[in-house]
């Protein structure tokens, strides 16, 4: 029997707290939500990007509550800038101007699959302190 890395494992407390947070929030039921995309089109529209979304981030993907300019999908978590944006201490803003001159980003999902190289978020903080999530936006142009 093979044996793996306890690291490999174990969460930390803080995102097991998190991941029961994003299970319990309700928000898995807000994808398609008129509301939601609303606000996600007058986010894009008054910033000039071609695309916004809201992700939600759970365990191993992230998916989108509701997306503007292309269709909501799902992406694997690990490397994808919103795993990265929810990880920021003090939930600061992430900003990527170019992602293929960003080492830690150059393999994104959304850099590989939609050819995303501009990347703005910030992140969906609950009243107790999980980021669920971000709110995003994305370019095709650096």
């Known amino acids: 029997m093979m044996h793996q890395n306890c690291d490999s494992i174990v969460e930390s407390a803080a ?7 994003v299970l319990t929030s309700g928000v898995f039921g807000m ?24 992700s939600i981030v759970d365990r191993t993907r992230l998916w989108l509550a509701a997306a503007y300019g292309f269709d909501p999908r799902e992406f694997a978590r ?28 150059k393999f994104a999902p959304a850099v590989i699959e939609m050819n995303v190289r501009a990347y703005y978020a910030a992140p969906l903080v609950t009243g107790d302190g999980c980021a669920l999530g971000t709110l995003c936006l994305l370019d095709q142009k650096p």
Do not use: H, K, M
């Not at 995102?15 to 947070?21: A, D, F, G, L, N």
């Not at 996600?40 to 979304?53: D, H, L, M, Q, S």
């Not at 929810?86 to 992430?94: K, R, S, Y």
């Open 15 to 21: 995102e097991v707290r998190r991941q029961v947070r």
């Open 31 to 54: 994808q398609g939500d008129a509301e939601l995309s609303r606000i996600v089109e007058r986010v894009a529209t008054a910033t000039g990007f071609p695309y916004a979304a809201v």
């Open 78 to 105: 690990p490397d994808s800038f919103c795993d990265a944006a929810i990880q920021i201490p003090g939930f600061a803003p992430l900003c990527v101007a170019d992602a293929w001159r960003e080492p830690r980003f």
